[in-house]
């Protein structure tokens, strides 16, 4: 029998409904910022990532799902959405004169990754991008619609780390500062960080291994080495984030994976998921529009893991809210023309049934409706129809009623 691929699942039930609360929240809470959804392919040409998120990162270097397509383009599954959204908005020409634009996504990711917890090869992203504008407030709004979504979901325990990564003209001096304190101690740190140290010096920084973390002790701070400007815009996105009433804290190891994000860069942790923490990440990245050919343009965004979200809804809140759908069975021919006129009255009116079209006697009928999970099962018999009733059972509480055809509609689950 033929299984998901390793890495993929399926979602169903209790799953895909949480999916669907969640997506249907960020969708109304983005939409009220003034946040427009974009959709861009899964497929996208390999250099669209190499030039973005750069080939130095474990995302491009390890975790690909790249191929060459039957007309020998060389494409892959796209491991995240924020650089396809930047193609997008380029080849579409919806960035000009750096008019504040406001784009989110919904959708699966690929990365062929070490499986653990809550890691996934696909997994999905619900992301948001603001183009445009370069100022703090502008993150303190993405930052603001951030934590709007989150307490509509009814999420607690959840910390904001915050750091600023600079920008590539106060960076040299930062990696002189961190090549000099790593060769000093260079045999504690692993093989990846060695050749970290070479390709992108501040990836050291968030290295997971044990060993490099304690090695990194007493390291040299990104922000000793900010240009006035970005020490700035530190202090002022700070300041807006206290007079809103976000609590953060500073974390200087914070660098995020991926080569783009210029000043601003964040990660928001939950205690309530374990060993896999982050919840969600994002920053600034004002170089990546013109990197990927387009007018230069500031932009910041974030993306936010809907696997992990889910999993942690259901671990605050229990099963997913669901309304269990009712089940009209007819019993014979003449029942069945009837019901087919009455589901069509119903549906039109946004009442929730099922209707059973197997020809089914009773007791099929009963069984099926209630594997189904129904609540209500309304029998449409002979007997029924003479009268212009139907038969109303209460699935769980085992009682029945007869309810005059003409008042069923408003007793119906919508
Ligand atoms: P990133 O694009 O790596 O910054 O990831 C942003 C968020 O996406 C993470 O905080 C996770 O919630 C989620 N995420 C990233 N990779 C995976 C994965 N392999 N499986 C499930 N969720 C993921």
């Not at 491009?60 to 892959?76: A, I, L, P, Q, S």
């Not at 060769?183 to 992108?200: L, S």
């Not at 006035?228 to 974390?251: C, G, Q, W, Y």
């Not at 529009?289 to 979200?309: H, M, N, S, Y």
Request: net charge negative; proline share 4%; aromatic share 8%.
């Amino acid at each position: 029998m033929a299984q998901s691929v390793k890495g993929t699942r399926d979602l169903f039930g209790n799953d895909v409904r949480w999916f669907q609360h969640i997506e249907e929240t960020a969708r109304r809470v983005f939409q009220r910022h003034g946040y427009e959804e974009i959709r861009t392919p899964i497929l996208e040409e390999i250099e669209v990532f190499k030039r973005s998120v750069g080939e130095s990162s474990d995302i491009v270097h390890k975790e690909m799902y790249d191929f060459m397509d039957k007309g020998n383009r060389h494409v892959c599954m796209r491991p995240e959405n924020t650089a396809g959204v930047v193609r997008a908005a380029i080849q579409h020409k919806l960035l000009i004169n750096n008019d504040p634009r406001l784009l989110f996504y919904v959708g699966p990711q690929f990365r062929y990754e070490r499986m653990q917890a809550g890691r996934y090869r696909q997994f999905w992203q619900i992301g948001a991008e603001s183009f445009g504008v370069a100022s703090p407030e502008s993150e303190a709004e993405s930052l603001l619609l951030l934590f709007e979504f989150l307490r509509e979901l009814g999420l607690r325990h959840l910390q904001l780390s915050i750091n600023s990564v600079g920008t590539a003209e106060c960076r040299p001096a930062f990696h002189a500062a961190i090549r000099t304190f790593f060769e000093a101690r260079q045999e504690r740190f692993c093989a990846d960080c060695h050749r970290r140290i070479q390709e992108n010096p501040l990836r050291v920084l968030d290295c997971k291994v044990p060993g490099c973390q304690e090695a990194l002790e007493g390291h040299p701070l990104i922000v000793d080495h900010l240009d006035e400007a970005s020490r700035a815009h530190h202090e002022r996105l700070k300041a807006l984030l206290t007079a809103m009433d976000i609590p953060f804290v500073e974390n200087p190891r914070l660098v995020r994976g991926l080569d783009y994000y210029t000043r601003t860069a964040f990660e928001v942790l939950s205690s309530d998921l374990g060993a896999q923490s982050a919840l969600l990440g994002g920053g600034r990245y004002d170089g990546l529009v013109k990197q990927l050919g387009g007018p230069e343009t500031p932009a910041f965004g974030w993306a936010i893991g809907l696997d992990r979200l889910a999993i942690l809804m259901q671990a605050l809140h229990g099963d997913a809210p669901v309304e269990a759908p009712a089940v009209l069975i007819p019993l014979g021919d003449a029942a069945t023309l009837k019901a087919f006129e009455l589901v069509r009255q119903w549906w039109a009116q946004g009442c929730r049934v099922q209707l059973e079209t197997r020809n089914a006697n009773l007791k099929k009928g009963m069984t099926s409706a209630n594997r189904l999970g129904a609540k209500l099962a309304l029998i449409l018999g002979d007997g029924e129809l003479e009268k212009g009733v139907i038969a109303a059972k209460d699935l769980a509480a085992g009682t029945q009623e007869e309810w005059p055809l003409e008042e069923v509609a408003e007793r119906l689950p919508r």
